[in-house]
């Protein structure tokens, strides 16, 4: 039998941020109501999550009214620890920022924190969306290509999604395109050892920390630390004022010449935007995510070339870790993208290896109930009969979110029937009555 | 019922168009969970979907009933609909007496049963005109 707290042993690719603290946590089922994909569990009062199951999408962060479940990431401290520290700003920074019409403003500020360079995501996304438009045009591709950028989505295919795996787009996503290339030129232009550069990418989310330390189709990221957008917001605030306020007329300095399609991949639908195709769809919100997914291993979806699906409402500026509404974050893209050419960034000769995944992104079952199939039918069965006896509220005060995931939490050995209060009752109350019977 | 046999039922209402497909999605989702082969998923997928589209369009509806055990996944689709008067001319590519307006939803291409056959290890089609349609359908699980 998979015992779920022990399959952790098993796989270390299923590392996941999220983190709960306990102290801060009720037991309630805001959570647990509210995963996508029933990772979570009340065990003793406390919200645990299943790894395997988890895919990072910060559904629990948002919902959770004691601000217990967390999103961990790295400080800004670690930049001590580097003789050369570059930072990857993603094109969702530049939407935080009220009025901003140069994002080198930005990038400025970000020098003035402390780092010796800075290589824009939006830059190395503009090189992903050509060497993705060259994927869709070669023949030998089949089609559709889904996009490799939101790793809680990657997360979810390869747990739930068996025969979409191979549609995965062999490209490497934005920040590690932009960890890639910023590393070989401070390389050659500092002539140091790699250990001594650090690369921070700056985080909107908690997949893509996950993404960092745990990625899936690169054998190692090339990132060293995930810094949150939280943390380094407020902090660049009061440097882009100054910066603003320089009457030299040498500030800003030009540190970024990502365009359009770079700056679009901020929002749900600029990723596909820039395959300049409309053969595409764009879905966003992982419970749509989960819908399109469904209905495209279905074959429902006909003559697409592209899907593009990000876990959050409004594509990555509606991360957890991000400080303005997402919906706000898109208009101010829109204006800041205004009078920027269509593309700054182009594949100028042959398309770096490090553009491609180095590892195959493999199916994991981990939601099968046995180990063998007879294992599995045989706890199908338990299963079945199990989940007529509890009244099919879905209330969650077992700790499981429905009916059915308590049946198999059961019938897998790790719950007990009466965790189910309505069971609970009936039992006290026969009890009840057997002591009158008794008396 | 033996231990290592699991058996599933599923009534597909005739009666609502939109509703077409979610037996096939719940078979799909319950092999998931036993661990079954990514292929086999979508074989058993595709030819309990096909069959469901075909009973909701010609059948007003009818069961499917699964048999997983050991060595295969046993489909049975029943319906008593109009039934089929040629069998053989059925099976061809691209042939359908589906409704235009059935047809301007994307259904109707005449590929179901062909695909259906395609898709399983065995195939076997029963029909009788006024009585309805049984179709019986194996797919391996390959060891």
Redesign the interface.
């Given at each position: 039998m998979i015992n779920l707290l022990k399959l952790n042993e098993k796989y270390d690719s299923f590392f996941h941020s999220i983190s709960l603290d306990a102290g801060s946590c009720r037991g309630c089922i805001n959570c647990l109501k509210r995963c996508p994909t029933e990772a979570i569990r009340v065990r003793k009062g406390k919200s645990e999550i299943i790894n395997e199951y988890c895919t990072d999408c910060g559904a629990c962060i948002r919902v959770c009214p004691h601000h217990a479940k967390k999103a961990t990431f790295d400080s800004l401290d670690y930049m001590s620890e580097y003789e050369y520290k570059i930072a990857l700003p993603p094109p969702e920074l530049y939407a935080q920022f009220n009025n901003l019409d140069d994002k080198n403003l930005v990038l400025n500020a970000l020098v003035s924190l402390g780092f010796d360079d800075v290589y824009e995501v939006a830059s190395a996304a503009e090189l992903v969306s050509e060497i993705t438009r060259k994927l869709l045009k070669d023949e030998k591709t089949r089609l559709p290509v889904i996009s490799s950028a939101c790793p809680s989505v990657i997360r979810l295919i390869r747990v739930?999604f068996?025969?979409l795996v191979d549609s995965i787009s062999p490209i490497v996503s934005p920040m590690e395109m932009a960890a890639n290339a910023a590393v070989q030129l401070a390389m050659l232009r500092t002539r140091l050892p790699r250990e001594k550069i650090g690369v921070f990418y700056i985080t909107p989310c908690p997949a893509k920390v996950t993404e960092i330390y745990a990625p899936l189709g690169v054998s190692k990221s090339q990132i060293d630390k995930a810094v949150a957008l939280s943390d380094i917001y407020p902090r660049l605030l009061p440097l882009m004022k100054k910066i603003a306020a320089d009457e030299t007329g040498s500030f800003p300095k030009e540190l970024g010449k990502a365009g359009r399609i770079g700056i679009s991949w901020g929002c749900h639908g600029g990723e596909a935007g820039g395959l300049l195709t409309d053969k595409y769809l764009a879905v966003d919100g992982i419970e749509n995510v989960i819908k399109a997914l469904?209905d495209l291993?279905?074959?429902k979806f006909?003559d697409l070339e592209f899907i593009e699906l990000n876990a959050c409402s409004g594509g990555c500026v509606g991360g957890v870790l991000a400080v303005e509404n997402p919906y706000m974050a898109k208009v101010k893209l829109t204006t800041l993208r205004k009078y920027l050419p269509v593309s700054g960034t182009h594949i100028d000769e042959a398309v770096p290896p490090y553009a491609y995944h180095d590892k195959k992104i493999e199916?994991q079952?981990v939601?099968?109930?046995?180990?063998?199939?007879?294992e599995?039918?045989?706890l199908?069965?338990k299963v079945d009969e199990l989940v007529k006896r509890f009244p099919g509220l879905d209330c969650g005060c077992c700790g499981a979110p429905t009916c059915r995931a308590h049946s198999e939490d059961v019938a897998r050995g790790i719950a007990s029937e009466r965790d189910c209060i309505h069971i609970l009752r009936n039992y006290v109350n026969k009890k009840e009555e057997l002591k009158k019977f008794e008396d | 019922?033996s231990?290592?046999?699991?058996q599933l039922h599923y009534d597909v209402p005739g009666d609502d168009f939109t509703r077409a497909?979610e037996a096939?999605?719940a078979i799909?989702n319950?092999l998931?969970?036993?661990?079954?082969a990514?292929?086999v998923?979508?074989n058993v997928?595709?030819a309990t979907?096909e069959g469901e589209i075909n009973m909701v369009i010609h059948a007003n509806g009818g069961t499917i009933d699964v048999t997983?055990?050991?060595d295969a996944i046993s489909l049975v689709l029943k319906d008593t609909g109009a039934g089929i008067p040629d069998v053989e001319l059925a099976m061809r590519e691209g042939y359908t007496t589906a409704k235009e307006e059935i047809r301007a939803l994307?259904f109707g291409a005449g590929m179901g049963l062909p695909n259906m056959k395609k898709y399983t290890d065995e195939f076997e089609l029963k029909s009788e005109v006024g009585q309805g349609t049984e179709v019986n359908m194996k797919v391996y699980?390959k060891k």
């Open positions: 739930r068996p025969n469904e291993e279905d074959s006909k199916y079952p939601y099968s109930l046995g180990e063998t199939l007879e599995s039918i045989s199908m069965n | 019922m231990a290592s046999v699991l497909g096939s999605s799909k319950k998931k969970q036993m661990g079954i990514p292929d998923i979508r997928a595709i979907y997983i055990d050991a994307g699980l």
